[in-house]
């Protein structure tokens, strides 16, 4: 049994997909539950869902002639990415914007769902900012690899001077090992401050001042997403560099 109430998605997952559930249980050695889904697991089901359609939707749509309102919010967003991108990775920045694209997106719908009252953010849960922290950490030491070679990118770790070669491989370890640490804690209790200043004040008063919260959660969501894709970029451009 989950300690929160079930959403009422929520519920519906359980009470007819329990046993997909379960199986998806089995598969990391978990044991089988009554009520296997979370509220988290099942929103971001939906948000991952809603991204679907919605690029599904505007994909038929595009229009160089007569672009419409949806195509120039996410020609805004892709101008928005390029940029970061460039600036932080030159002119190779866009063979990563894919990823950096989907993991904004991707974390700003999880982090906005919460505002609609009858969802709840699934980053404020810590085994979602887990996940999309452990796929940067896969994602920067997999393009690392891939374009420097496996013996170049362990270079990496080495420093300039090799005497102090092992010194400084614990030190890298320690530090890509914290990364995905960082990441986590700071996307999780950014949004779980936010969605609980913003219950709270929500369950005092209806009028006005919920209003300047709810703004200020959306401001945090957009700030926590577009953090979160930076330090990616950072990430991935330190993993591909080429050492001279």
Excluded at 104 to 133: D, H, K, Q, R, Y
Excluded at 217 to 223: A, D, K
Aim: a negative charge; charged letters at 10%.
């Amino acid at each position: 049994m989950h300690e929160a109430p079930e959403l009422w998605i929520t519920q519906i997952f359980n009470n007819y997909l329990a046993g997909p559930g379960n199986a998806a249980l089995k598969l990391v050695g978990m044991q089988p539950e009554a009520r296997p889904w979370a509220n988290y697991v099942v929103v971001e089901f939906l948000v991952a869902a809603i991204i679907v359609v919605l690029f599904a939707v505007l994909k038929p749509r595009l229009s160089a002639d007569k672009p419409g309102r949806l195509q120039h919010t996410f020609e805004l967003v892709y101008d928005f990415l390029q940029g970061q991108s460039h600036e932080q990775l030159g002119a190779h920045g866009n063979h990563y914007i894919a990823f950096f694209g989907t993991l904004f997106i991707f974390i700003l719908f999880m982090n906005l769902i919460g505002i609609i009252p009858a969802f709840e953010s699934p980053t404020m849960f810590p085994a979602v900012p887990l996940g999309c922290a452990a796929a940067t950490f896969l994602y920067y030491h997999y393009m690392g690899i891939r374009e420097n070679g496996p013996i170049n990118y362990a270079k990496h770790f080495m420093g300039p001077m090799p005497f102090l070669a092992p010194l400084m491989i614990l030190i890298e370890i320690i530090s890509h090992l914290a990364r995905p640490l960082s990441l986590t804690i700071r996307l999780y209790a950014n949004m779980f401050a936010g969605e609980q200043v913003t219950m709270i004040f929500l369950s005092l008063t209806y009028f006005l001042i919920p209003v300047v919260f709810m703004g200020l959660h959306i401001f945090v969501s957009l700030l926590q997403a577009y953090i979160f894709m930076l330090l990616t970029m950072m990430y991935v451009a330190g993993a591909v560099a080429h050492e001279h």
